[in-house]
Structures are given as C-alpha cells and as structure tokens.
C-alpha cells in the first residue's frame, strides 16, 4: 500500500490540495489515516478514487452527482463518459490510464487506450497521452507508490502497441532510402522510447535496421560496415554507469566513424564532450522533427543496395 501525503496527490492528480480537503471533508470522497503526529496519509485505493473523480469532474460531472457513484460505477463512467466532448482534454485520459494501472486492470487500460488512438492518430496519443502518463508512473516510482507488476502491466501493453502499429506500416526498401541502426547498450532494457523512433522513422519512409535491447558494442562496427546507415541512434536511460557514459559515447564514435550518431534519454543530456559526428537530443519532439526533416532518399547515392551473401 502507497502512503501520500496531500501534496503527493496534488502532484499526481493534478487537482490542488485546497480541492482535495474540500471534496474529503464535504463529499467524503478520500478516507486518510492519520499519523502519530497528526498528519494526514493517504493510501493507493484513494489515489485512484482521486484520479477517477477528478477525470469526471474534468468531463462535466458534478462532484456530488461523482460522489454518490460505487467504485463499480465510478470505473465504468471514466470508461463510457463521452470523449469528443472533451478531446483536447487529455490529462483527464492520463489520469483514467492511472487509475486502471493501480487497479491492475488491463481491459480499462485497453480501452483508454484504443479511445486515445482512435480520437488522436497513434502518433499524436504517444505524445499527449502515453508520454504523460509514462512520466507520472515514473514519479510514482521514485516515491515507492508503484510495484513492478503494475509497471510491467503498462510496459507491456505500451510496447504492444508500438509493435502493432510500426507492424502495420507499409514496408520501406532499404536500397531506396535513408537508412536508420536503433540499438540499445548491452544491459539496457527499457525500449519504449526507441521502439517509438522505430514508428516514426519508418512511417515517415526512412528504412530501419532495428536491433533491440542489450547489444554488445562490439557489434555495431559490424552492423555499420555492412548496413551502411546514415546515422545510428541510441537512448541512454540506466546503462552505462554516469561516470562512463563518455567513453562509451567516444567508443561508439570511433567504431562508427563516417556516419551520424543520435543519443537521447537522461545520460545522454549529462555534461560530457561530444564527438564531432554525435548529437543530443533532448526531447522526442527533437527527434520527429529530424526524421520529418530529412530528406528520405536523396542521402541513398551514397549507400550501395544491399546483397544477400
């Protein structure tokens, strides 16, 4: 069980704790404990009563129409509440996406989801929905509010529909345009930012040569010799270690010389020296706009077709 305190639910609901008090003590709507020195704590079923009534009342509902709903109800009105009334309104879909998480409910998630896809396009429901909803749970984390089931749930269901949609792309020739390596470091695990500039590459009609989680970087010397790529992308989340990020950027550097290096992700944005053919990326909206930018085949004269020994 999750202990908050009433700033830790502001943060995470984005409703302010003037709201809260008002909503515990009128409506009855959160139940805290207190501790020994009278502070009020809040547990896991409270969040995610506090998340559902906050995405109603976003959506038109009066709070004391909200407050007489069961959790049954309270659930199912997050799910079938109409969607297009609201549809720039999108921190209330996140909340619904947290809400199911904490109640391990993947027919919710799915739902939400599917609703998200349908009304934005996938591109747009990764950036204004699944991005937020990945940075709470990441500040969930932090505070010990979230178990790995829970996290492995989203995780995968997230990675799910990466898949699905980049599978769902029209395939794109190598021979005929600008081709991509997406790799993560050996020991790194966490793919969903990559397996996103996977979708946005291809369907923007760049060829990528997709090569996962956990590869050894005695291997990407191979890879570029024999695929040629353009350039070379990777996200730096956990590994490597903050101290050795810079030589392993320079090591990448020097066994992929003659070609773009692209490095995202929270170690990439450290202070270190970058090698002539590296860049940062900040942000992912950095990265759309490269790959929107580029060019997708004038770059293939400098790239012979590729053969199969």
């Not at 829970?150 to 990466?162: G, P």
């Not at 990559?194 to 990407?220: C, T």
Request: aromatic content about 8%; some cysteine.
């Amino acid at each position: 069980m999750g202990h908050f305190s009433i700033s830790d639910l502001e943060q995470l609901s984005g409703i302010k704790a003037h709201t809260i008090r008002v909503w515990e003590q009128r409506y009855g709507i959160l139940r805290p404990v207190r501790t020994a020195t009278n502070i009020r704590t809040y547990c896991d079923d409270d969040l995610r009563r506090l998340l559902n009534v906050a995405t109603l009342c976003g959506r038109g509902y009066r709070i004391s129409q909200v407050a007489k709903l069961s959790e049954q109800e309270l659930c199912s009105a997050v799910i079938s509440c109409d969607d297009a009334a609201h549809a720039d309104r999108y921190c209330h879909q996140v909340n619904g996406l947290l809400a199911a998480m904490l109640e391990m409910n993947e027919c919710h998630l799915t739902a939400i989801m599917n609703q998200v896809v349908e009304h934005y396009g996938f591109e747009q429901a990764v950036l204004r929905v699944v991005y937020p909803f990945l940075q709470r749970i990441g500040v969930m984390w932090q505070a010990g509010t979230v178990n790995p089931a829970q996290e492995h749930l989203v995780t995968h269901l997230i990675r799910q529909k990466l898949m699905a949609a980049t599978d769902a792309l029209p395939p794109v020739q190598p021979a005929s345009s600008r081709r991509w390596v997406l790799f993560l470091p050996e020991r790194e695990m966490h793919e969903l930012a990559l397996l996103f500039m996977n979708y946005v590459l291809r369907s923007r009609g760049h060829h990528v040569l997709y090569l996962g989680q956990n590869l050894p970087i005695a291997e990407i010397e191979k890879v570029c010799s024999t695929y040629q790529p353009y350039a070379a992308v990777t996200v730096l989340t956990a590994v490597p270690e903050r101290h050795e990020v810079q030589d392993y950027v320079q090591q990448l550097s020097q066994l992929c010389p003659d070609i773009r290096l692209f490095l995202y992700g929270p170690l990439a944005q450290l202070e270190f020296d970058l090698p002539a053919n590296a860049s940062r990326l900040a942000l992912i909206t950095d990265f759309i706009l490269l790959a929107t930018s580029l060019p997708t085949s004038e770059a293939c004269v400098a790239q012979p077709e590729l053969t199969i020994a």
